[in-house]
T-cell receptor, first 111, second 114 residues
Framework: GEDVEQSLFLSVREGDSSVINCTYTDSSSTYLYWYKQEPGAGLQLLTYIFSNMDMKQDQRLTVLLNKKDKHLSLRIADTQTGDSAIYFCAERNNQGGKLIFGQGTELSVKP | AAGVIQSPRHLIKEKRETATLKCYPIPRHDTVYWYQQGPGQDPQFLISFYEKMQSDKGSIPDRFSAQQFSDYHSELNMSSLELGDSALYFC?????????????FGPGTRLTVT
């Protein structure tokens, strides 16, 4: 079945790196995503990774994918207070493209 | 760049009333997905359309129906509203029935049922 798991909370100090982890179960997923949601706001697509990649870097964001362990991580370098939000990991169902989301990780950045 | 538009942004209804939520996808996008996000929950897939045909169905109550029109906008119709329907409803759009990586979300419609 499809299931995506994330830890619920992460607290870091401004300037440190944040690492948010996610595990998924559908090994046939071709795309995996990270979305950011600020309080009361919509879902902002941060980055995605194709399943044949191990790593993708986009400015301060680094995504690592371990297909064998079905583990995805998002590293945010030089974390800022503006990065405080809930981060959702999602896998894409290959039939029709619906997204299956994790529970979300609430990132709190302390000055 | 144009984004996904949802209307209304906020809606307050009473129990047993009906509600209609609208979604206007990014220009040229032919695929629309609807998700429901309850308080403190992750978004849950409801239903999707590709080229005006229903392409997938998730945990959508029988009281809800949806359709996609010729201009690719979509409407989610909700009847006999219950308190538990209070949530943020997101629409997302994509191209080619989900064959590309893109899936961009609108700002959501916050439905409150009293």
């Amino acid at each position: 079945g499809e299931d995506v798991e994330q830890s619920l909370f992460l607290s870091v100090r401004e300037g440190d790196s944040s690492v948010i982890n996610c595990t998924y179960t559908d090994s046939s997923s071709t795309y995996l995503y990270w979305y950011k949601q600020e309080p009361g706001a919509g879902l902002q697509l941060l980055t995605y990774i194709f399943s044949n990649m191990d790593m993708k870097q986009d400015q301060r964001l680094t995504v690592l994918l371990n297909k064998k362990d079905k583990h995805l991580s998002l590293r945010i370098a030089d974390t800022q207070t503006g990065d405080s939000a809930i981060y959702f990991c999602a896998e894409r169902n290959n039939q029709g493209g619906k997204l299956i989301f994790g529970q979300g990780t609430e990132l709190s950045v302390k000055p | 760049a144009a984004g996904v538009i949802q209307s209304p942004r906020h809606l307050i209804k009473e129990k047993r009333e009906t509600a209609t939520l609208k979604c206007y996808p990014i220009p040229r996008h032919d695929t629309v997905y609807w998700y429901q996000q309850g308080p403190g929950q992750d978004p849950q897939f409801l239903i999707s359309f590709y080229e005006k045909m229903q392409s997938d169905k998730g945990s959508i109550p029988d009281r809800f129906s949806a359709q996609q029109f010729s201009d690719y906008h979509s409407e989610l119709n909700m009847s006999s509203l219950e308190l538990g329907d209070s949530a943020l409803y997101f629409c997302a759009s994509s191209l080619g029935g989900g064959s590309t990586y893109e899936q961009y979300f609108g700002p959501g419609t916050r439905l409150t049922v009293t």
